[in-house]
Antibody, heavy 118, light 110 residues
Protein backbone atom coordinates (compact mmCIF):
# COMPACT_ATOMS: atom_id res chain seq x y z
CA UNK A 1 0.00 0.00 0.00
CA UNK A 2 1.07 3.55 -0.65
CA UNK A 3 2.76 5.28 2.25
CA UNK A 4 4.18 8.76 2.56
CA UNK A 5 6.07 9.55 5.77
CA UNK A 6 7.31 13.07 6.44
CA UNK A 7 10.11 13.90 8.86
CA UNK A 8 12.47 16.72 9.72
CA UNK A 9 10.12 19.16 11.39
CA UNK A 10 10.92 20.92 14.63
CA UNK A 11 11.48 24.26 16.29
CA UNK A 12 13.85 26.64 14.49
CA UNK A 13 14.79 30.28 14.92
CA UNK A 14 13.83 32.90 12.35
CA UNK A 15 16.33 33.14 9.53
CA UNK A 16 17.58 29.59 9.98
CA UNK A 17 17.16 26.59 7.68
CA UNK A 18 15.53 23.18 7.85
CA UNK A 19 15.19 20.23 5.47
CA UNK A 20 12.05 18.17 5.39
CA UNK A 21 11.92 14.65 3.97
CA UNK A 22 9.08 12.52 2.68
CA UNK A 23 9.80 8.80 2.37
CA UNK A 24 7.61 7.15 -0.26
CA UNK A 25 6.73 3.48 -0.61
CA UNK A 26 4.13 1.26 -2.24
CA UNK A 27 4.29 2.85 -5.70
CA UNK A 28 6.83 3.61 -8.41
CA UNK A 29 8.15 6.89 -7.05
CA UNK A 30 9.77 7.90 -10.34
CA UNK A 31 6.45 7.97 -12.18
CA UNK A 32 4.62 10.65 -10.22
CA UNK A 33 4.99 14.35 -9.64
CA UNK A 34 5.06 15.20 -5.95
CA UNK A 35 3.83 18.19 -3.98
CA UNK A 36 4.31 19.93 -0.65
CA UNK A 37 1.28 21.54 0.98
CA UNK A 38 1.28 23.32 4.32
CA UNK A 39 -1.27 24.34 6.91
CA UNK A 40 -0.64 26.99 9.55
CA UNK A 41 -2.26 26.33 12.94
CA UNK A 42 -6.00 26.89 12.66
CA UNK A 43 -5.70 28.02 9.05
CA UNK A 44 -6.41 26.61 5.61
CA UNK A 45 -4.33 24.61 3.19
CA UNK A 46 -1.64 26.42 1.23
CA UNK A 47 0.02 24.89 -1.80
CA UNK A 48 3.82 25.17 -1.51
CA UNK A 49 5.62 23.45 -4.37
CA UNK A 50 5.60 20.73 -7.01
CA UNK A 51 8.36 18.74 -8.67
CA UNK A 52 7.95 16.78 -11.89
CA UNK A 53 8.17 13.00 -11.91
CA UNK A 54 11.74 13.18 -13.24
CA UNK A 55 12.80 16.24 -11.25
CA UNK A 56 13.12 18.32 -14.40
CA UNK A 57 10.82 21.14 -13.36
CA UNK A 58 9.76 22.73 -10.09
CA UNK A 59 7.17 25.40 -9.32
CA UNK A 60 6.59 27.31 -6.12
CA UNK A 61 3.94 29.33 -4.36
CA UNK A 62 4.50 33.08 -4.19
CA UNK A 63 5.15 33.10 -0.44
CA UNK A 64 8.05 30.62 -0.59
CA UNK A 65 9.60 31.20 -4.02
CA UNK A 66 13.29 32.04 -3.67
CA UNK A 67 13.49 30.64 -0.12
CA UNK A 68 12.33 27.03 -0.41
CA UNK A 69 13.65 24.34 -2.76
CA UNK A 70 11.90 21.10 -3.65
CA UNK A 71 13.93 18.11 -4.81
CA UNK A 72 13.75 14.35 -5.06
CA UNK A 73 16.08 11.36 -4.91
CA UNK A 74 14.67 8.46 -6.88
CA UNK A 75 17.35 6.07 -5.59
CA UNK A 76 16.04 6.69 -2.07
CA UNK A 77 12.36 7.11 -2.97
CA UNK A 78 12.44 10.36 -1.05
CA UNK A 79 11.08 13.85 -1.61
CA UNK A 80 12.69 16.84 0.05
CA UNK A 81 11.88 20.43 0.89
CA UNK A 82 14.74 22.72 1.83
CA UNK A 83 13.46 25.65 3.86
CA UNK A 84 15.82 28.65 4.02
CA UNK A 85 15.35 32.08 5.54
CA UNK A 86 12.53 30.83 7.73
CA UNK A 87 9.96 33.30 9.03
CA UNK A 88 7.42 33.00 11.83
CA UNK A 89 4.67 32.85 9.18
CA UNK A 90 6.21 29.62 7.86
CA UNK A 91 5.03 27.88 11.03
CA UNK A 92 2.78 25.08 9.80
CA UNK A 93 2.22 21.39 9.35
CA UNK A 94 3.90 20.41 6.10
CA UNK A 95 2.34 17.60 4.08
CA UNK A 96 3.76 15.79 1.08
CA UNK A 97 1.29 14.50 -1.47
CA UNK A 98 1.45 12.18 -4.46
CA UNK A 99 0.04 13.58 -7.69
CA UNK A 100 -2.11 11.27 -9.78
CA UNK A 101 -3.46 14.16 -11.88
CA UNK A 102 -2.87 17.90 -12.08
CA UNK A 103 -4.77 18.71 -8.87
CA UNK A 104 -5.54 15.10 -8.02
CA UNK A 105 -3.50 14.27 -4.92
CA UNK A 106 -4.50 10.74 -4.10
CA UNK A 107 -2.20 10.06 -1.16
CA UNK A 108 -0.98 12.35 1.60
CA UNK A 109 1.46 11.92 4.43
CA UNK A 110 0.56 12.54 8.06
CA UNK A 111 2.45 15.84 8.10
CA UNK A 112 5.43 17.23 9.99
CA UNK A 113 5.22 20.35 12.15
CA UNK A 114 7.61 23.24 11.67
CA UNK A 115 7.63 25.98 14.29
CA UNK A 116 9.61 29.12 13.58
CA UNK A 117 10.18 31.02 16.80
CA UNK A 118 12.92 32.74 18.70
CA UNK B 1 -1.59 34.26 -6.87
CA UNK B 2 -4.58 34.96 -4.66
CA UNK B 3 -6.45 32.16 -2.93
CA UNK B 4 -9.67 31.01 -4.49
CA UNK B 5 -12.77 32.35 -2.74
CA UNK B 6 -14.92 29.98 -0.72
CA UNK B 7 -17.62 30.75 1.86
CA UNK B 8 -16.20 30.50 5.35
CA UNK B 9 -19.01 28.28 6.52
CA UNK B 10 -22.11 26.44 5.38
CA UNK B 11 -24.57 24.32 7.29
CA UNK B 12 -27.40 21.91 6.69
CA UNK B 13 -29.55 19.36 8.42
CA UNK B 14 -29.17 15.62 7.95
CA UNK B 15 -30.67 14.51 4.68
CA UNK B 16 -30.50 17.95 3.11
CA UNK B 17 -28.23 19.08 0.27
CA UNK B 18 -25.64 21.83 0.40
CA UNK B 19 -23.40 23.46 -2.18
CA UNK B 20 -20.00 25.03 -1.61
CA UNK B 21 -18.75 27.49 -4.18
CA UNK B 22 -15.16 28.15 -5.23
CA UNK B 23 -14.56 31.32 -7.23
CA UNK B 24 -11.38 32.04 -9.09
CA UNK B 25 -10.42 33.89 -12.23
CA UNK B 26 -9.67 33.28 -15.89
CA UNK B 27 -6.12 32.50 -14.77
CA UNK B 28 -7.17 29.43 -12.84
CA UNK B 29 -10.68 27.99 -12.41
CA UNK B 30 -12.04 29.60 -15.55
CA UNK B 31 -9.25 28.37 -17.78
CA UNK B 32 -8.89 24.72 -16.84
CA UNK B 33 -10.97 21.72 -15.84
CA UNK B 34 -8.38 20.97 -13.17
CA UNK B 35 -10.36 21.70 -10.06
CA UNK B 36 -10.39 19.25 -7.18
CA UNK B 37 -12.07 19.17 -3.79
CA UNK B 38 -10.65 17.88 -0.51
CA UNK B 39 -12.30 17.00 2.77
CA UNK B 40 -10.37 17.44 6.00
CA UNK B 41 -11.43 16.32 9.44
CA UNK B 42 -9.70 17.88 12.47
CA UNK B 43 -6.17 16.61 12.96
CA UNK B 44 -6.27 14.53 9.79
CA UNK B 45 -4.68 14.79 6.37
CA UNK B 46 -6.91 15.98 3.52
CA UNK B 47 -8.86 13.41 1.52
CA UNK B 48 -9.61 13.73 -2.20
CA UNK B 49 -13.35 13.87 -2.88
CA UNK B 50 -13.65 15.23 -6.45
CA UNK B 51 -11.04 15.71 -9.17
CA UNK B 52 -11.07 17.33 -12.62
CA UNK B 53 -14.28 19.20 -11.71
CA UNK B 54 -16.69 16.30 -11.81
CA UNK B 55 -14.89 13.02 -11.21
CA UNK B 56 -15.23 10.98 -8.05
CA UNK B 57 -12.40 8.68 -6.89
CA UNK B 58 -13.30 5.12 -6.05
CA UNK B 59 -14.52 4.84 -2.49
CA UNK B 60 -16.09 8.29 -2.37
CA UNK B 61 -19.84 8.32 -1.91
CA UNK B 62 -21.97 9.30 -4.91
CA UNK B 63 -23.57 11.86 -2.60
CA UNK B 64 -20.61 14.07 -3.53
CA UNK B 65 -20.66 15.78 -6.92
CA UNK B 66 -18.85 18.63 -8.61
CA UNK B 67 -19.55 21.14 -11.34
CA UNK B 68 -18.18 24.33 -12.86
CA UNK B 69 -19.56 27.38 -14.59
CA UNK B 70 -17.21 30.08 -15.78
CA UNK B 71 -14.83 31.05 -13.01
CA UNK B 72 -16.79 29.26 -10.28
CA UNK B 73 -16.62 25.60 -9.32
CA UNK B 74 -19.04 23.98 -6.92
CA UNK B 75 -19.18 20.97 -4.65
CA UNK B 76 -22.60 19.57 -3.81
CA UNK B 77 -23.23 17.12 -1.01
CA UNK B 78 -26.63 15.50 -1.03
CA UNK B 79 -28.27 13.50 1.75
CA UNK B 80 -26.09 15.16 4.39
CA UNK B 81 -24.75 12.86 7.08
CA UNK B 82 -23.11 13.65 10.39
CA UNK B 83 -19.80 12.27 9.10
CA UNK B 84 -19.75 14.91 6.36
CA UNK B 85 -19.04 17.59 8.96
CA UNK B 86 -15.53 18.75 8.08
CA UNK B 87 -13.56 21.44 6.29
CA UNK B 88 -13.65 21.45 2.50
CA UNK B 89 -11.06 22.94 0.18
CA UNK B 90 -11.02 23.49 -3.55
CA UNK B 91 -7.80 23.68 -5.55
CA UNK B 92 -7.13 24.74 -9.12
CA UNK B 93 -4.31 24.62 -11.61
CA UNK B 94 -3.13 28.05 -12.79
CA UNK B 95 -1.69 29.62 -15.91
CA UNK B 96 1.67 29.83 -14.10
CA UNK B 97 1.72 26.02 -13.73
CA UNK B 98 1.26 26.43 -10.00
CA UNK B 99 -1.74 25.36 -7.91
CA UNK B 100 -3.89 27.47 -5.63
CA UNK B 101 -6.22 26.42 -2.85
CA UNK B 102 -9.40 28.07 -1.71
CA UNK B 103 -9.59 29.48 1.79
CA UNK B 104 -11.66 26.54 2.99
CA UNK B 105 -15.27 26.07 4.07
CA UNK B 106 -16.39 24.66 7.40
CA UNK B 107 -19.43 22.43 6.94
CA UNK B 108 -21.65 22.02 9.98
CA UNK B 109 -24.30 19.32 10.04
CA UNK B 110 -27.02 20.63 12.33
Amino acid sequence: QVQLVESGGGVVQPGRSLRLSCAASGFTFSRNAMHWVRQAPGKGLEWVAVIAYDGSTQYYGDSVRGRFTISRDTSKNTLYLQLNGLRPEDTAVYYCAKEEGTTRFDYWGQGTLVIVSS
Amino acid sequence: QSALTQPASVSGSPGQSITISCTGTTSDVGNYNYVSWYQQHPGKAPRLMIYDVTNRPSGVSNRFSGSKSGNTASLTISGLQAEDEADYYCISYTTSSTRVFGGGTKLTVL
